[in-house]
């Protein structure tokens, strides 16, 4: 088989089953080194308060941080508090936002929730994982980001890239979102904690991508337990 063909076939496997546990002293070298790669452990979305960030997430499901980013450059210049998107109205809103997916259904949950920011909280944005929760279209995940990125709490977000380096790397392996979550929360170095989120997703984003990860040059190669690293290494 050609090198060619030896990489689109693995390639169809590079999602394996979960690796083995990395143990205490691999996960601080990990966090180690990633902390010296990744000199900026900051989300990709553009915002300049704790209501833009807030929309921003909940407009990224399922959609890009760059495709969020085109909408609510135009969106934010024209409305970026709770009454100035309730102002714009439903329609006003998606006009604005139509370039991203589910825009409809995200629309009318930015709309419910800018309304209850105003009834529930003066317009600010509530600092507690329930109160976040409680507001329409934000789940475990998006009050995560919130409350980490905003508020600064050592809280973990697990979207689809860290819940494939926990599972891949065996830095914090489960079969659910909360079960990697909740491992994650545990196994991290605590002097890492509040940055994690970060580290992991830009790694997941740009080294250890789903089909073809980048085992040649990822900083955490010695670390990682990744069963066919070698051979990704070969090919990257």
């Known amino acids: 088989m050609t090198k060619t063909k030896t990489k689109l076939a693995i390639a169809k496997t590079a999602d394996t089953p979960p690796s083995r546990s990395m143990n205490t002293t691999k996960r601080l070298a990990f966090f180690e080194k990633l902390s010296q790669h990744i000199k900026e452990p900051v989300t990709e979305l553009n915002y300049s308060s704790d209501f833009e960030l807030l929309i921003a997430v909940m407009l990224s499901a399922q959609a890009t941080d760059k495709s969020v980013n085109i909408a609510?450059?135009?969106?934010?210049?024209?409305?970026?508090?709770?009454?100035a998107i309730l102002d714009l109205g439903l329609e006003g809103l998606k006009s604005h936002i139509s370039s991203i997916g589910l825009y409809n259904s995200k629309a009318a949950n930015v709309i419910k929730t800018c309304q209850d920011l105003l009834d529930k909280h003066g317009g600010q944005v509530p600092r507690t994982r329930g109160e976040l929760e409680a507001l329409a279209g934000v789940g475990r995940k998006t009050a995560n980001v919130v409350l980490n990125t905003a508020f600064g709490e050592p809280v973990m977000a697990v979207d689809t890239h860290i819940f494939r380096v926990g599972n891949r790397?065996?830095?914090?392996?489960?079969?659910?979102?909360l079960a990697v979550e909740n491992a994650l929360m545990k196994r991290i170095p605590n002097q890492f904690l509040v940055d994690a989120h970060h580290y992991l997703i830009l790694h997941g984003r740009y080294t250890c991508m789903a089909r073809s990860p980048k085992c040649g040059s990822c900083v955490v190669f010695d670390e990682c337990m990744f069963k066919d690293k070698e051979k990704w290494a070969e090919l990257s």
Not at 72 to 83: G, M, R
Not at 169 to 177: E, H, R, S
Request: aromatic share 4%.
């Open 72 to 83: 609510t450059d135009k969106l934010f210049k024209v409305a970026n508090t709770p009454q």
């Open 169 to 177: 790397t065996g830095l914090a392996t489960g079969k659910t979102v």
